[in-house]
């Protein structure tokens, strides 16, 4: 196709095109040329056929071909033109002409990472590249770390970005540099042509991607040979899904499922994508299928056009252009000025500019499109000061119109125009110039309530379904407003006063309408039928509200601004109220105090949570003390009109003056200025409502209402709504009278009833009159009246709780600057102690319970320290804050900014501290800080007469015995408050003695009726016994205040005496009771104990039972289990080893029936659930699969493991009938379940699978337990059996001779193919010895007669002979993935397989954790291994003898080599572990014939096994030398050449002579012989555990200690010389019984394929010593990782970045996940990257870092996964998924080694099942497509 392109291309050599181009720009007709040029080559180079228009079949030759004839044809020309020769040279030129650029401007890609300096940043969206920041002093300041989401720019040299330190050391080289044009930098010639070029270029670009008619090209660039050719173009929309277009596409152009999914996937990654190639008929027809399958009522259908090829060339050039002019620009400062130009110069004709152009067209274009005009909008206009100011103000015109294109629009906002806001607006220069000179506040406004509410009658409504439908994009104008408005001002002018006063009224127009939003009123009789829609406001408030609060912050900065804000705000408020109906007022009068309040009932009326006008003002108010202003000042109300009809009089006078006219509640018109009563009203009756909802008197209001108040209190609300509501009142409350404003709460609150003291004689006259009324009228009155009453009882007390925290919070709430004298630092750092009194916390929760300012900061870290101290966290959980004891004293149980919940923790966490220190269980009210001068009078409401009266009126009913209406919460809260009053008289009277502050007095008045009198009467009330303490603490700091102001010295002493005679009765009551109590404990534990002792008296039987976990295994050390030394030392192989010492438990509960069993050969079977699965974890040859699982042949077994089966089991035992009928009624379960139900399992019964039915363990089969050997049959081999280990090996020898001369024979006879796997059958014996010396061949015969023997079989049941079948079954059928099959001689084999690689596995694991061999399994790891050795060791016996024998010959015959054999490998290609366990098991039946029986008895092997050792080991030792290599010979100094090591050297020349081998270095003795005992090592630990668990004998004492040498310990448990040389050569005066001829040693050297494998290179053998297989090594710092996630691109999407990049933490291998684009076909299903790579590098299993979610994702199978926490944490040992706080994140090495043991114990399908059980949400992600 390439070839065909090309040769269609006349006329295009680059020298002609270059002169031509000359010819016609020297004529002023370059336009003309260049569009006739391309007319005639860019359809030739673009969408020519179908090969090529078709995205799916553009093969990657194709796109190649395609660049580079559009790079030679259309571009190379036009850079000659440009540059007048060679252009790499002339840009090289033109880039040394630039200066030393000062800002960076480098374009982020999706998923770079980003560094944002939290302590120099102007605002969270400055941002550092990877490159400057490293290179900046940022670095060590507090920085965020983040992804990019594509589309910014690093700000690198940009002044107003940062506070400090602008520059990176790479771009401070710009610094000092001459201002000049660039241009005028450029040869003339080359700026001539550049002001055409580009100029044309540019216009092109955009006409063409602007172009309408899709039928046909402009005049210009019609071609000589018009085409009829169409394509039918799918566009990409954010409404349909995935499976819609498939389904559509599946449709229209008859395509397969897989090809769909590919153009869906162009579609999403580039916005559209032509499906249909042809003619105009065919791809209209295209067209209308795809529109008719995905339209809907709710939907519009997908847009499709049918699109002239030529057109879709144009505009695949189009965009090429773009990128070419982004090219071209960056080589030169001065063409990037001449396009910035270009792009910004107006037509003559009046038209927009091209940048105009493409700002009101962006909606119009696909994705790809709109990504590249705002990359070089940035990489161009952005990047020049004052093409960047004409840039905004285009944009600020079209604002409103670019923003409803994007309502309009169904892209998401990262691909819109809109998203340059955040690279205008956040500069504060620009910024500001827009507000002054294009009143952009007002603009960005004033767009927001024109998309989201109407005008009606001057007055803005919100549209509640706009809000609600379009919110996602409504918010964007708000996002904008709060750039413009993050840098305040530091200077004014009027032009900007001015301007930023406009906007703010706007601003107060948008929150008028909001004013009184989803007001609702009290459901009395029923429930409310239909939720109301509630979210819209809050969505509103949340995203409003930052914006708010700055404009706040603008106006505190300027006295007039403030002042003409404060007006605007207060008329607002004002015209509120004029337009509500008209206000009713009444007099209530509280204790001969009198207060004319508004009569508004809350619980009948209707009351809105949504007051953004009071909230502004109050935000305003706190603001006024700056400079020096009052509520009352005069400045504040001046100059507006307040002599209109409605301001006749003021507030106070009207009311006071029409209230002593009228008895009977008033109506009354408006005045102004505003009273405090205007202030108090609208807060306080949300503040009731929210009251009366904590009351649950709004049940029936639904839980629409209860969202509400739970957001009204959240800390993303809080600070604009619950605070500032606070604040108001506060205001009001510092205007009035005390005693007035208590009324006026009392009212509100409707406890005017409750506040007389006849109020339980009314309750007790509403109970009986109600009842008398209803009998009256022949009903019942038994539940009415009485439910009638509770109700009411429960609401006052409820309210009144309420309304004396309303009290403690409005008195006591001091820690907000301009209330009290405090810092902003003071108040971060009472939240901070009031949140660590409830529990220690982490960073991140600390973090989360604080608000955040305008720059996401909390000003933790800035006092947290001074409060609080860190402990650091180990390999699981969090480091968390805890509270330092000195500040526990200012913990306060009614801090405004606690949950119910969160004040019923803290008080429960600090009673618990106080018990524990001894300390008085009260938690007094804290001292509190002075408050402000324009606060200073809300103190005298704790001295007032109403609020004396109040608590005296609580403490009276405490005392009544016939009193219902008090409550212990309602005595708490008084007490509270009569310690906040003393605390304050206290601190007046040290502080301000002039200030008259009378609480003392006043609670002392009145004799034995006062309230001083009532807290006395309650001492040892036992109906406060919970509050005693608090109520000590009172009395005492009464008299302790009392003292202070009495001036009289006797007076004081006397009150002193009284002081201590009170605390000392006090005291020795709660002495009294604490003995009592104490006494009372004693007692109950004596009578438990001696009930305990009773029981087990009863019961001795059941506590000597075992439990239900299967004990430790009789030979088996577990971790933590005792050391045992023997008192000889312990030998475990040969005749001589030493007999088992442990104690054998014989019997287990079943879990099931909870019933006893002995294990027994023939008692009913035992089980263990276990779970057997394929395994990579041990591989060598990471990526090498099994892929013909039909052929493989796991008898021989490679020694890379590429490929194992690994059991495991959590060690419950169950009954083998017992299990299978748990496991019938699972399946029978599923089976009923209804089929869209079922994938939502955490296992899959088609499978096999079953959860544990005690601890929820994945598992797939079991595991029978059968007794030791030596309880069935004692080990009887006579001691004189004399075979040496020469006759063994000749006797073998010869028998593998035998069989290989036999086998071959019968090939010939037969002429079988010799592909086919060789098959040995083992002569019998007699032919065997009459070839051996006499005393060898009666040895030998002895020796094999006697383990042939049948005799009686074996004594074990048929269920546990089934439950072995049903194991090896199992290890087959999921070890090797094939369908069960008795019949396949591989069945037992494969179990025997398992057995040796679960065992390879524990020995890496405790080699990995530097644990000792023995006493550091867990039980379960030890249950499983003893399990699995000895059902390993009997099935040898209980299978087919001829099936046994024949494996254990071809064993042999690959270790004592014969005649060589296919299939049969070299010494290097054999695993020695498994070929050792394998032998253990087949030699014993290397005999047997058609006529033995299967299950013949099982006898000591002791001397097989000894001389297996030696030979295996010997075999083992050529491997290791074979496989050697040295690049130097070390020796260190002080180390002399021993016997040992100097035979090791002439083992190492003469086996590599042997072999062929060249040795260009000759290591040292020393060296060698510790490579080799290195090497070796492992083998001998995984044959010690085999034999451990085999016989029974206890391990060495060397070998259950850590740290210790272990060579000769375990040479010595396995009967191995400590020399291992001596097993291959003679050495003086050494044994020569165990030495393997050298015969055997040169056949394995002279093998087939030695010489191959040791040819190929040290890269292709295992090498040894065999290191443990550990994840890959990851960076410390994560931005490291995230770097290379950025770089990572798709492999399927023609370099485009990956969404999801996903890194393998087996292999490293980074992978594009959770994409259609990179899924794959697996087994017939399409799945993602991640899990159809698990199945090449896992097995199944796999374990992986999503690198933008720092998260790690662990995959079994294609139907299970779950997310794990990341090993990447904080400096306050958290982890981040997402990136949400942003923390510096470093790796935990404890951690990654936590996921290392993980992975290499085989325990990620336990973890995901455990995980996804419980959580459910797991279950509904769809892992196969991860």
């Known amino acids: 196709m390439a070839a065909k392109i090309a040769g269609n291309l006349e006329g295009c050599n680059v020298s002609i095109i270059v002169q031509q181009l000359q010819g016609a720009y020297e004529r002023g007709q370059l336009k003309n040329a260049l569009y006739q040029y ?10 020519t056929s179908a090969e090529v228009a078709i995205s799916t079949q553009r093969t990657p030759d194709a796109v190649q071909s395609e660049e580079k004839l559009s790079r030679d044809v259309l571009f190379e020309p036009l850079e000659w033109f440009l540059c007048g020769g060679n252009p790499a040279a002339v840009f090289q030129q033109l880039q040394s ?5 000062q800002l960076c401007g480098k374009v982020f890609k999706v998923g770079e990472p980003t560094y944002s300096c939290r302590d120099c940043c102007a605002d969270p969206t400055c941002v550092f590249c990877i490159e400057c920041f490293n290179k900046s002093t940022h670095k060590t300041h507090r920085y965020r770390m983040s992804t990019s989401g594509g589309g910014g720019y690093c700000d690198c040299g940009d002044v107003e970005a940062w506070k400090q330190d602008p520059w990176c050391d790479i771009h401070k080289q710009g610094l000092g540099q001459q201002s000049q044009n660039p241009i005028e930098k450029l040869p003339p010639d080359i700026a001539a042509r550049a ?9 092109y670009a955009v006409d063409m991607l602007l172009w309408e008619q899709m039928g046909g090209l402009p005049q210009d660039l019609e071609p000589s040979v018009p085409q009829n050719t169409y394509v039918t173009m799918l566009f990409n929309d954010e409404i349909h899904t995935y499976e819609q277009v498939i389904n559509a596409l599946t449709k229209a152009i008859n395509c397969e ?15 559209r994508s032509s499906v249909r190639y042809g003619n105009r008929k065919s791809c209209d027809e295209a067209r209308t299928v795809i529109q008719k399958s995905t339209s809907s009522v709710r939907s519009k259908p997908l847009k499709v056009e049918v699109m002239h090829t030529s057109v879709c060339a144009h505009q695949a050039f189009a965009q090429k252009v773009l990128n070419w002019l982004g090219q071209v620009v960056n080589h030169s400062d001065g063409l990037r000025h001449i396009l910035c130009t270009t792009a910004l110069q107006q037509p003559p004709t009046g038209d927009p500019c091209v940048v105009e152009r493409l700002m009101l067209a962006d909606t119009a274009l696909w994705k790809t499109a709109r990504v590249q005009c705002h990359q070089i909008m940035m990489g161009s206009l952005l990047m020049d000061q004052e093409s960047k100011k004409q840039f905004s103000v285009l944009y600020t015109r079209n604002y409103p119109q670019v923003q409803k294109d994007f309502m309009a629009d169904d892209h998401d906002h990262g691909v819109s125009i809109i998203s340059l806001s955040v690279q205008i607006f956040t500069v504060p220069t620009l910024a500001r110039y827009l507000i002054m000179e294009h009143d952009l506040l007002a603009i960005v406004i004033r767009t927001f309530l024109d998309q989201c509410a109407s005008c009606r009658h001057g007055r803005y409504l919100l549209d509640r379904e706009k809000l609600q439908k379009n919110f996602r994009r409504l918010q964007f104008p708000l996002l904008d407003l709060k750039y413009v408005l993050s840098m305040v001002p530091d200077q004014w002018n009027d032009q900007l006063k001015r301007k930023f006063l406009n906007g703010f009224k706007i601003m107060v127009e948008l929150l008028t309408s909001m004013q009184g939003m989803d007001s609702v009123t009290r459901q009395v009789g029923q429930h409310i039928e239909m939720e109301p829609e509630w979210e819209s406001a809050f969505n509103l408030q949340i995203k409003l509200a930052p914006a708010v609060a700055m404009m706040a912050g603008w106006c505190a900065t300027d006295k007039m601004v403030l002042i003409d804000a404060f007006r605007i705000v207060v008329k607002a408020l004002l015209e509120i109220r004029g337009t509500a109906d008209t206000v009713k007022m009444c007099k209530r009068r509280v204790c001969d105090q009198e207060a004319i309040v508004v009569d508004y009932t809350v619980s009948r009326e209707p009351v809105s949570i949504h007051l953004p006008i009071c909230r502004l003002l109050a935000g305003l108010y706190l603001q006024l003390g700056k400079h020096g202003l009052t509520f009352n000042s005069p400045e504040l109300y001046g100059p507006l009109d307040w002599t209109s009809p409605q301001a006749r009089l003021s507030r106070a006078s009207e009311i006071a003056h029409r209230a002593s006219a009228c008895p009977t509640p008033l109506v009354l018109a408006r005045s102004q200025p505003p009273s405090a009563m205007d202030l108090l009203e609208q807060p306080l009756r949300t503040l009731v409502m929210i009251a009366q909802v904590h009351a649950e008197m709004w049940k029936r209001n639904g839980y629409s209402l209860f969202h509400q108040v739970y957001y009204y209190h959240n800390v993303r609300c809080r600070a604009e709504m619950q605070d500032k509501d606070i604040i108001m009142l506060q205001v009001a409350c510092a205007q009035m009278d005390p005693n007035q404003f208590l009324i006026a709460l009392l009212n509100k609150f409707e406890l005017m009833n409750w506040i007389e003291g006849d109020f339980d004689d009314f309750i007790r006259l509403f109970f009986y009159g109600r009842r008398r009324d209803v009998t009256e009228k022949g009903g019942s009155a038994t539940d009415v009246s009485a439910e009638s009453t509770r109700d009411l009882l429960r609401f006052t007390n409820s309210l009144v709780e309420e309304f004396l925290t309303f009290l403690i919070i409005i008195t006591g709430e001091r820690y907000v600057p301009g209330i009290g004298q405090v810092s902003s630092e003071d108040m971060v750092r009472r939240e901070v102690i009031h949140q660590l009194c409830i529990s220690p916390m982490a960073h991140s929760e600390l973090s989360k319970a604080l608000p955040e300012n305008n720059n996401y900061e909390t000003g933790l870290e800035g006092v947290v320290h001074s409060v609080a101290s860190f402990k650091k966290p180990g390999v699981t959980g969090m480091g968390r804050y ?8 200012d913990y306060n149980p009614f801090f405004y900014h606690y949950t119910r919940a969160d004040q019923s923790k803290s008080e429960e966490a600090q009673l618990k501290r106080k018990k524990q220190e001894g300390e008085s269980t009260a938690c007094p009210p804290p001292e509190l800080p002075a408050l402000s001068k324009e606060f200073s009078s809300l103190v005298n409401v704790l001295e007032c007469d109403v609020f004396v009266h109040t608590i005296r009126m609580v403490l009276r009913r405490v005392n009544s015995s016939r009193s219902r209406s008090w409550t212990e919460a309602m005595v708490h809260r008084a007490l509270h408050l009569v310690g906040m009053a003393l605390n304050e008289e206290k601190r007046l009277y040290q502080t301000s003695p002039y200030i008259r502050f009378n609480f003392v007095k006043k609670a002392t008045e009145g004799g034995s009726n006062s309230l001083y009198s009532a807290l006395h009467d309650l001492l040892g009330k036992p109906r406060i016994q919970n509050h005693a303490d608090l109520l000590t603490w009172v009395i005492d700091r009464f008299d302790e205040v009392k003292d202070l102001k009495d001036q009289k010295q006797g007076a004081s002493d006397a009150q002193k005496a009284k002081k201590v005679s009170s605390k000392s009765k006090t005291d020795a009551e709660r002495k009294k009771k ?16 001696d009930m305990q002792k009773s029981f087990i008296r009863d019961n001795l039987e059941l506590f000597e039972a075992t439990g239900t976990e299967l004990s430790s295994s009789p030979s088996m050390e577990v971790e933590g289990s005792p050391m045992v030394v023997p008192s000889q030392y312990p030998v475990a192989v040969g005749p001589d080893r030493s007999p088992a010492t442990h104690v054998t438990l014989t019997t287990s509960t079943c879990i099931l029936c909870q019933e006893d069993q002995e294990v027994a050969a023939g008692n009913k079977c035992v089980v263990l659930a276990a779970y057997v699965q394929r395994s990579t974890a041990l591989s060598k040859s990471r990526g090498k699969v099994l892929e013909d699982p039909d052929k493989y042949d796991p008898l021989l077994v490679s020694p890379d493991l590429y490929h194992g089966v690994h059991t495991s089991t959590c060690g419950h035992v169950m009954h083998a009938d017992c299990w299978q009928r748990f496991y019938e009624a699972i399946v029978a379960r599923e089976q009923r379940r209804a089929l869209r139900f079922r994938h939502i399992l955490s296992y899959e019964v088609d499978r096999g699978e079953f959860l544990c039915p005690l601890c929820e363990t994945l598992s797939n089969t079991v595991i029978p337990i059968l007794p030791p050997s030596s309880t069935i049959q004692p080990d009887s081999v006579s001691a004189d059996i004399s075979l040496s280990f020469s006759d063994w090996l000749d006797g073998l020898k010869k028998t593998v001779e035998a069989s290989q001369r036999a086998m071959m024979k019968e090939e010939e006879d037969k002429m079988e193919s010799s592909d086919d796997m060789p098959v040995l059958s083992p002569c019998p014996l007699p032919s065997i010895t009459k070839n051996m010396a006499e005393m060898a061949a009666q040895g030998f015969q002895q020796l094999f007669e006697y383990m042939t023997e049948t005799g009686a079989q074996a004594p074990y049941s048929d269920s546990v002979k089934e439950m072995m079948k049903l194991f090896s079954r199992a290890t087959y059928t999921f070890g090797l993935g094939l369908d069960p099959n008795d019949d396949d001689d591989r069945v037992p084999i494969t179990a025997w397989g398992t057995c040796a690689y679960t065992i390879r596995t524990l020995e890496w694991l405790l080699r990995d954790q530097g644990k000792p061999l023995f006493g550091s399994l867990s039980s379960r790891q030890a249950d499983c291994i003893t399990a699995l050795v000895r059902v390993v060791t009997v099935s040898g016996s209980l299978s087919d003898p001829q099936t046994i024998s024949k494996s254990a010959l071809r064993l042999l015959s690959a270790l004592l080599p014969q005649e060589p054999m296919k299939n049969i490998p070299c010494i290097l290609d054999l695993d020695m572990f498994f070929t050792l366990v394998f032998l253990h098991v087949t030699i014993s039946s290397l005999y047997c014939d058609e006529n033995t029986a299967a299950g013949g008895t099982i006898r000591g092997v002791a001397l097989n096994d000894k001389h297996l050792m030696h030979l295996v080991t010997a075999a083992h030792l050529v491997q290791i030398l074979l496989a050697a290599n040295f690049t130097s010979a070390d020796t260190p100094m002080d180390t002399e050449e021993t016997a040992e090591g100097s035979a090791w050297v002439k083992l190492f020349m003469a ?43 206890q391990s060495p004492a060397q070998l259950q200690e850590s ?15 400590a020399d291992l040389s001596s097993l291959l050569l003679q050495n003086s005066g050494a044994d020569v019984g165990h030495v393997v001829p050298h015969t055997i040693h040169s056949k394995w050297c002279h093998y087939p394929g030695i010489k191959e494998s040791l040819a190929s290179g040290p890269a292709s053998l295992v090498k040894y010593p065999v290191e443990v297989n550990r994840l890959v090594p990851l960076p410390h710092d994560y931005s490291d990782v995230i770097n290379r996630g950025s770089v990572f691109t798709c492999p399927r999407s023609d370099g485009d970045d990956s969404r999801a990049p996903t890194m393998c933490l087996v292999c490293g291998q980074m992978l594009c996940s959770q994409s259609y684009c990179c899924q794959t076909d697996l087994e017939g299903e399409p799945v993602g990257a991640c899990t159809a790579h698990i199945y090449t590098c896992g097995a199944g299993v796999g374990i992986f870092l999503r690198v933008r979610e720092c998260q790690i994702l662990l995959l079994t199978g294609k139907t299970k996964g779950c997310f794990y926490p990341s090993p990447y944490l904080d400096d306050y040992g958290e982890h981040d998924q997402g990136l949400r706080r942003g923390n510096p994140l470093y790796l935990c090495q404890e951690r990654y080694r936590k996921l290392q043991k993980l992975w290499l114990s085989h325990s990620i399908p336990e973890e995901v099942v455990h995980f996804m059980e419980a959580n459910a949400s797991f279950a509904t992600i769809e892992w196969q497509h991860l």
């Open 38 to 47: 391309w007319a005639q080559q860019v359809p030739k180079i673009f969408f």
């Open 1551 to 1593: 086996v590599r002579k042997e072999a062929g081998v060249q040795t260009p270095v000759v290591p040292s003795g020393w060296q060698l012989q510790t490579y080799v005992r290195e090497s070796v090592l492992p083998f001998l630990r995984c044959s010690a555990l085999f034999f451990h668990c085999h016989t029974g004998v």
């Open 1603 to 1617: 740290g210790v040498s272990e060579f000769e310990p375990l040479c010595q448990y396995l009967a191995l010389p």
């Open 882 to 889: 805890e509270l330092k004891p000195e500040f526990y004293k």
């Open 1074 to 1089: 604490a003995e009592a109590a104490r006494k009372r404990r004693e007692k109950i534990l004596a009578q438990m104990s």
């Open 97 to 101: 002409l630039n200066n030393p650029p």
């Open 195 to 203: 002001w055409e070029v580009l100029k044309i270029a540019l216009q």
């Open 257 to 271: 499922s897989k090809e769909a999914v590919e153009f869906a996937t162009v579609v999403d990654r580039e916005g």
